[in-house]
């Protein structure tokens, strides 16, 4: 069975940085695309940034361009979301999920992590 956990969430002020992790098991992820969504209040949820199986293709929105980062560990099964100068707009609830690289949509969700940042 999949399983999806991030962590790292947290309440920071504008301009301080966090960093979000999302540790996957129940199988071999090698060949997964990953990518991080968020939800603010009364928002549809977004995606933010993505990273392919291989690591070599990335997507930022155009929201957290040049402030935040993905990377993934494939040993660890593990994507990461490095985010700086964070804004007060950036809070929302943030989910990791992932997908077999062939296919469109996403499959597997975490249950989300709670990012406030206070003015």
């Known amino acids: 069975q999949v399983q999806l956990v991030e962590s790292g969430g947290g309440l920071v002020q504008a301009g301080g940085s966090l960093r979000l992790s999302c540790a996957a098991s129940?199988?071999?992820?090698?060949?997964?695309?990953m990518a991080w969504f968020r939800q603010a209040p009364g928002k549809e949820r977004e995606k933010i940034a993505a990273?392919?199986?291989?690591?070599?293709?990335?997507y930022y929105a155009d929201s957290v361009k040049g402030r935040f980062t993905i990377s993934r560990d494939n040993a660890k099964n593990t994507v990461y979301l490095q985010m700086n100068s964070l804004k007060p707009e950036d809070t929302a609830v943030y989910y990791c999920?992932?997908?077999?690289?062939?296919?469109?949509?996403?499959?597997?969700w975490g249950q989300g992590t709670q990012v406030t940042v206070s003015s």
């Open positions: 999920a992932i997908k077999e690289y062939w296919r469109s949509q996403y499959d597997y």
């Open positions: 129940g199988r071999t992820f090698s060949n997964y695309d």
């Open positions: 990273i392919s199986w291989s690591g070599g293709s990335t």
